[in-house]
């Protein structure tokens, strides 16, 4: 979208177009947009609106309902903050007691209209114009948010009680890794705590452990298994102190793994469970303390499998009954599961070299049996675990959790 297409859709005409659009539906987009150029419509304005009803319909996965009335770009809406995680964020600045954030790189305006949701001020920046004004028209309806087309290092502070950043992690198109190639760059932001101790960041959630500042408290995030950021918390945003958490959100659920000590799990042998820890803990480098709630071990020191005797709830890792085990060969794994008649067989690997489409191919499956099996190192033997989930087995009742 163009910013042609941008000031006709924000005409009432405009507005009403794309309000009145249906569904977006690939195959329909076509010769929609053709019927509407046909009936006059200006064809900047047929595309804008297209746009945004396609990209509407995928912002609902993170932001549900509020996603009808939102403007988008595509790197925009890739990089904004799903509204459940956002909510966690806010949360942390009103929890605090704090009544103005400032939200240095608000892109589309996610974050920021999580903090307004809870009734915090927001005086948010945008260093892209477009994505500064598709924000301004996202916040429209909370007076309390003001969003301004500058470079958030340079806002003035003066009146501010928090800061919010979550710097571009994205040039050209790709993903960069490195801190200091983030804009703004990760040191940059860090150095705002000096002036505002209330300073909270979102970052990629690979970064590595000893790129992160001592006085943070790190929390990293994931949703319905999918690890999806890094938070750092200064200051009297992390009342809990300096440390690793994780916060893992299940069905809309939260839990937070938040150990007063990372606890080091020993190694054994593989008991009658198999627990794969969610990828919040293990990016937090929490799996010890897993093993220690399930009562179990490492089925080897560098692998992030645990294993238990003991079936426990928890939502920090699924579970899996042991089956067998084998040590990993194509022949003897082919074999066994054709004597089982496994055509469906679901592939988990850690450790090891294996590329699961490449083996599905060599094993030539036949059957109507499902199978999973996990291929790992055992005591530094690459093994093959046949395993089931566990799924409704374990209850929810006695597992650990809270916010
Ligand atoms: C990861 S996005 C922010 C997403 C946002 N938290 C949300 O939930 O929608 C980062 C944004 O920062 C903007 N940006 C980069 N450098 C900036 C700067 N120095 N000042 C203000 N914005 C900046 C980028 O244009 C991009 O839109």
Redesign the pocket.
Known sequence: MDADGLSRLLTPDGWALLSALPPYDERLAMPLGERLRAEGLHPSLVAAALTQSRLRGKARAKLGDFADGMLFTP??LE???RLEV?AHHARRYRDAGLAHVA??????????LAFAGVGLRVTA????EM?AAI?TVNLRHFPEVEVRH????TLDLTGVDGV?A????RAGGSRVFDPAAY??PLDAVLAVRERVPALGL?LGPGIAHRDLPDDARAQWVSVDGDVVELGLWFGPLAPEGPGRSALVLVGGQPHVLAPDEVAHAHVGEVGTYLYEPDGAVIRAGLVGDVALEVRGRLVDPTIAYVTSDELAATPFATAYRVLDRMPFGLKRLRTYLRERGVGRLTIKKRGTAVVPEQLRRQLDLRGDATGTIVLTRVAGHQTVLVVEPVGDEVTSTNAPGGS
């Open positions: 790197a925009g990089q904004a903050t956002g939200d240095l790189t608000c892109g589309i305006g996610a974050d920021a920046a945008e260093l892209d994505t924000a500058t470079d958030g290092l919010y979550d710097p571009a992690r804009a703004p979102k």
